[in-house]
């Protein structure tokens, strides 16, 4: 690892360079681009180099050890097991520090959660689920905005989608994507029963336009007049967009602003974004199967994570984590299990690292 480190620190010190360039710092792409390896860079090498500390903080005791008096040895025992300890973490920290980006945690989100199995029920729970994570974005200083919505009867959402921008949006909320149950007893229940009813969040890396090229003859644009609440200018003119990317079949429709302009502005955004998603899952050479991991069906059977009202219980299926904090959860307090989530998928990658490391 020391010798990773020594490669690093001269890595370090040629971006530091090279950000002071006159030419870098005029290219502002490039700049932003080198500012953000320097950052990682200098989070990996303050690690690096305290490792390198602690490590000679061990020898030293060693040494010192050997040469000790009975009186000094107790000391210096306990000096050398601290230093041991200390290069334990700091081993641990400096691998998962090396380890591959995921090539969108730099991105925004845009994440779109539809009402599935359950009737207005799952309507419902797609309004609860909106309002979670509105409370998280902020709990986080995000900043949340939405982008289409089609309400339900009752009050729910059967689709509604929204962007998130703020640091590590993507690190976190990746994790929510996925078919979420809810047991509990319907407004719509007379009797009293629980009921079982589900939701789908699909959570898409937000994409520029340098990152998807859209040739506008591939593209099908329908107009139709508004539907739902949003004052006098619904149904009276054409402002709500159906965009239809002909190539793939993809369809995004946006009704909510009152201008057609600021629709299919919106309507570009998610299409762009759910085609940066389609060509990053056929990289890996499961696009089909991807995009079925995130919602899946979305039936009863199928979850990711489980509401239950009565127990007061959130279980997350995938870590077989379960707390008893259900309504702190959807008031936005989500980072125990995020937490958790993120944990899980770091200690994964170590252990396939080291899998690879010792074959």
Known sequence: ?????????????????????????????????????????????????????????????????????????????????????????????????????????????????????????????ARDLFEMYRAFAANHGWNFEVLGAQSSDMGGFSEVTFLLKGDDVWNRMKFEAGPHRVQRVPVTESQGRVHTSSATVSVLPEAEEVDVAIDPNDLQIDTFRSSGAGGQHVNTTDSAVRMTHLPTGLVVSMQDEKSQLQNRARALTVLRSRLLQLEQDRQREAASATRKDQIGGGGRSEKIRTYNFKENRVSDHRIGLTIYKLEKVLAGELDEVSDALVVDERTRQLQSDATVDGA
């Open 1 to 125: 690892m020391l010798e990773r480190l020594v490669a690093l620190e001269n890595e370090h010190r040629e971006v530091e360079a090279r950000l002071s360039d006159p030419e870098v710092a005029s290219d502002n792409r490039r700049f932003v681009q080198l500012s953000k390896r320097y950052r990682e860079l200098d989070d990996i090498v303050s690690v690096g180099r305290a490792l390198r500390s602690a490590q000679a903080d061990r020898e030293g005791a060693a040494e010192l050890l050997a040469e000790a008096d009975p009186t000094e040895r107790e000391e210096l025992r306990a000096m050398a097991a601290d230093a041991e300890l200390e290069i334990g973490r700091l081993e641990h920290e400096f691998r998962a520090l090396l380890l591959p980006k995921d090539p969108n945690s730099d991105r925004n989100v845009i994440v779109e959660i539809r009402g599935a199995e359950g009737g207005e029920e799952a309507n419902l729970f």
